[in-house]
């Protein structure tokens, strides 16, 4: 995209530093300390890459919470990548499916167009069931299967269907951030014969934070829509949810919303069908 170079620099303050600091030694002269690595964010995908710029704005202190919600029925999904430097000028006002819609077209705007989602999902804005029930059914392009829990990568889309007969809260999608590794809870009943449970830290959008503050492992898989005393707000931030696969396949299973869910909300792939996507 025009202007990724100069883009990918500024995301480096905002994301972390994942780049090197450049230090200009004594009497070296400033072109020599002008390089950079040829690919500052390997491993990335560009649209996790775009995600996590979004994100990091709007979780800063001076953004008002009233730039990050969760928007309402009939409300207009709106994600506004503002100027970097500039906190007041980046906005959500999205859904779980209409965030990562926006994410694509942002970040791909030579394919993720209206015709693209007219075509290949029926609608310009597919809802998390929409997304499930066409991954599970057929090919769509830019987009690959992802049939086990341990393939997940960066920037992998994972969307589940809730088969509850709703119009809207039809579901969940959300975006890998990183797959943590195999977890054992601490309570027998969230562990089953023949299945490995993982942990995966996501970007995603909710009016649900992942997790109940304080409880059990939270510490360890937190949510940074929640804060140091509990309260909580909503939009689009990073979170853990916890996938089951079977040990002899590694297919998915089932899935728990939080590390600290309870049996009677952990849900199989029967009840609540999940498909992953890779995206490229």
């Given at each position: 995209?025009?202007?990724?170079?100069?883009?990918?620099?500024?995301?480096?303050?905002?994301?972390?530093?994942?780049?090197?600091a450049?230090?200009?030694?004594?009497?070296?002269?400033?072109?020599?300390?002008?390089t950079?690595?040829?690919?500052?964010?390997q491993?990335?995908?560009?649209?996790?890459?775009?995600?996590?710029?979004?994100?990091?704005?709007l979780?800063?202190?001076?953004?008002p919470?009233?730039?990050?919600?969760?928007?309402?029925?009939?409300?207009?999904?709106?994600?506004?990548?503002?100027?970097?430097?500039?906190?007041?000028?980046?906005?959500?006002?999205?859904?779980?499916?209409s965030?990562?819609?926006?994410?694509?077209?942002?970040?791909?705007?030579?394919?993720?167009?209206?015709?693209?989602?007219?075509?290949?999902f029926?609608?310009?804005?597919?809802t998390?069931?929409?997304?499930?029930?066409?991954?599970?059914?057929?090919?769509?392009?830019?987009?690959?299967?992802?049939?086990?829990?341990?393939?997940?990568?960066?920037?992998?889309?994972i969307?589940?269907?809730?088969?509850?007969?709703?119009?809207?809260?039809?579901?969940?999608?959300?975006?890998?951030?990183?797959?943590?590794?195999?977890?054992?809870?601490?309570?027998?009943?969230?562990?089953?014969?023949?299945?490995?449970?993982?942990?995966?830290?996501?970007?995603?959008?909710?009016?649900?934070?992942?997790?109940?503050?304080?409880?059990?492992?939270?510490?360890?898989?937190?949510?940074?829509?929640?804060?140091?005393?509990?309260?909580?707000?909503?939009?689009?931030?990073?979170?853990?949810?916890?996938l089951?696969?079977?040990?002899?396949?590694?297919?998915?299973?089932?899935?728990?919303?939080?590390?600290?869910?309870?049996?009677?909300?952990?849900?199989?792939?029967?009840?609540?069908?999940?498909?992953?996507?890779?995206?490229?």
């Amino acid at each position: 995209m025009a202007g990724m170079h100069r883009s990918k620099v500024s995301r480096r303050l905002v994301l972390g530093g994942a780049a090197a600091a450049v230090t200009v030694a004594a009497g070296a002269s400033p072109a020599a300390a002008d390089t950079y690595p040829a690919d500052p964010y390997q491993g990335k995908r560009p649209h996790l890459i775009e995600a996590e710029q979004i994100i990091g704005y709007l979780g800063l202190p001076e953004s008002p919470a009233a730039n990050n919600v969760y928007k309402d029925a009939g409300e207009a999904n709106v994600v506004t990548w503002g100027t970097p430097g500039q906190p007041l000028t980046w906005r959500n006002q999205s859904q779980c499916a209409s965030f990562q819609t926006a994410v694509l077209r942002h970040t791909y705007p030579e394919w993720a167009d209206d015709t693209f989602f007219l075509t290949n999902f029926g609608t310009t804005s597919p809802t998390a069931r929409t997304y499930q029930n066409t991954f599970a059914t057929r090919a769509v392009p830019h987009f690959t299967p992802v049939t086990t829990v341990t393939g997940l990568q960066p920037g992998d889309l994972i969307a589940i269907d809730y088969v509850n007969g709703q119009t809207t809260n039809t579901g969940h999608i959300v975006m890998v951030r990183e797959l943590k590794g195999v977890y054992v809870a601490p309570s027998s009943t969230l562990n089953f014969d023949g299945e490995t449970q993982y942990a995966v830290e996501i970007a995603d959008c909710t009016s649900d934070p992942h997790g109940e503050f304080g409880i059990g492992n939270y510490p360890a898989f937190p949510d940074s829509r929640i804060a140091a005393d509990g309260t909580q707000r909503e939009g689009i931030g990073y979170g853990h949810i916890m996938l089951y696969a079977s040990t002899a396949t590694g297919a998915f299973t089932r899935y728990r919303w939080s590390v600290n869910s309870s049996s009677s909300k952990t849900y199989t792939v029967a009840q609540r069908p999940i498909s992953a996507m890779r995206v490229g």
